[in-house]
């Protein structure tokens, strides 16, 4: 089993940023992938980032790509989210993740795919 505990959600203007980050306990042990998700209100469970624990290959949507930029921390197998340049188009719940992958299997799958979820933390940008 592994844990995850998001925070850093909040509220903030367009143009402004936030950090998000994912503290990650239990079996945290091979190789696996770290990353977010987001769903707005009526919309679809979207891929965000993710970024492979062990080579730290990072994978974007094209819609945050030049603006977010994922992270991790060995020290404390945390993985953080710079947000900067937020619209309200950002609006959403944000998950983190965790997925068990076989080394060099490191691209984005859909997000029924992905072992284990946090309970989501909620981002708003106000116009």
């Known amino acids: 089993q592994v844990q995850l505990v998001e925070s850093g959600g909040g509220l903030v203007q367009a143009g402004g940023s936030l950090r998000l980050s994912c503290a990650a306990s239990?079996?945290?042990?091979?190789?696996?992938?770290m990353g977010w998700f987001r769903q707005a209100p009526g919309k679809e469970r979207d891929f965000v980032a993710h970024i492979s624990w062990s080579s730290g290959r990072t994978y974007y949507a094209d819609s945050v790509k030049g603006r977010f930029t994922i992270s991790r921390d060995n020290a404390k197998i945390t993985v953080h989210l710079q947000m900067n340049d937020l619209t309200p188009e950002d609006t959403a719940v944000y998950y983190c993740?965790?997925?068990?992958?076989?080394?060099?299997?490191?691209?984005?799958?859909?997000?029924?795919?992905?072992?284990?979820w946090g309970q989501g933390t909620q981002v708003t940008v106000s116009s």
């Open positions: 239990g079996s945290t042990f091979g190789y696996y992938v």
């Open positions: 993740v965790f997925d068990r992958r076989v080394p060099g299997s490191w691209g984005v799958r859909p997000a029924d795919e992905y072992d284990y």
